[in-house]
């Protein structure tokens, strides 16, 4: 209803009222004993309610720890890795070092044993046995894989440093400018599982070619590739789009750049490439440049050796 004196301007609709009583006389909600409470209507002002059985991906999860047994011996290298100090193969430089003490003595042998219950610095500093931490990220390009980088570019680390107190470190390698999915833990023992050739992982690459991939090349790709006196053979090469630039791999060796190097070795340039798969943990739900701690069930199976 307009009103005719001021055309274009809208009269105010009169709201529900008993008989002779005035539009604003009337609150829109009454208290017993009729004070007004007018937020109370409707849902203006109101929060929404976070529903509190919600996954949060940077909730930070409780693992169940391995039962490990005291009596048992084990190698200096391995305990420091798994107490998040170092990665191994960090440990057998700070033992080469001298900065690694046991019960007071240092100690310079690689292949000393310890048991849990010694005394072990680093640095003077006692060593603790941290919580396990297992992060999934989906690197960014333009990010070095490594906790410390001398020319100060952009690391990993940098993208998960809130993420805990824990010392974690990535679990194998990505280049700089491949994306996709890459651990980060301080489980020494998982991730020497995860980086050793014979536990067979699968990786699954998304590849972007300079140009179509040519039928002879693909033959040649898929009898193998000889890289470092190793042949190495896909598992399965498919084109998910409807050219031959963009192709679907899958691998289980480790060799470093191993991807790139097989299609350069045919006269290709990878101008994209981007690991959506790792030892069955995939990118799903998780933008890039982003992160989320994998859940138990996730850390139960890798444990396990179900990697596919």
């Known amino acids: 209803m307009f009103n005719p004196n001021n055309e274009g301007e809208r009269r105010p609709r009169p709201r529900f009222r008993r008989e002779g009583e005035p539009v604003s006389a ?64 960090e440990a057998d430089d700070f033992i080469q070092a001298g900065v690694i003490t046991v019960n007071g003595v240092t100690v310079d042998n690689l292949g000393v044993k310890v048991l849990p219950t010694d005394d072990i610095r680093f640095h003077n500093q006692p060593v603790r046995r941290e919580k396990k931490v297992y992060i999934l990220l989906n690197k960014p390009k333009n990010t070095v894989t490594t906790t410390d980088d001398p020319q100060e570019r952009h690391t990993v680390i940098d993208i998960v440093r809130s993420a805990c107190a824990e010392r974690i470190y990535p679990v194998g390698r990505l280049d700089r400018n491949t994306t996709g999915v890459l651990l980060l833990t301080n489980d020494g023992d998982l991730a020497a599982k995860l980086t050793h050739p014979k536990f067979n992982k699968k990786k699954i690459y998304a590849v972007t070619l300079d140009r179509d991939l040519d039928e ?41 750049r191993v991807v790139r190097r097989m299609f350069e ?10 690991r959506v798969s790792f030892a069955g943990l995939t990118k799903k739900n998780v933008g890039r440049g982003k992160w989320r701690f994998l859940t138990p069930k996730e850390v139960a199976f890798l444990q396990m050796g179900n990697f596919a």
């Open 216 to 256: 002879v090349d693909e033959a040649i790709i898929r009898a193998g590739i000889v890289l470092d006196d190793e042949r190495i053979i896909p598992d399965a090469l498919e084109f998910p789009k409807a050219d031959r630039r963009h192709i679907g791999l899958e691998i289980h060796s480790g060799q470093n």
């Open 26 to 89: 009337r609150p829109r909600f009454t208290r017993e004993g009729g004070e007004s409470h007018p937020k109370s209507f409707g849902f203006k002002g109101k929060r929404p309610q976070r529903n509190k059985g919600l996954y949060s991906p940077h909730k930070q999860q409780v693992y169940r720890e391995q039962h490990e047994d005291p009596t048992k011996p084990i190698r200096l290298n391995k305990y420091l890795a798994n107490a998040g100090i170092c990665s191994r193969r």
């Open 265 to 274: 070795k045919v006269g290709y340039k990878v101008v994209n490439l981007d």
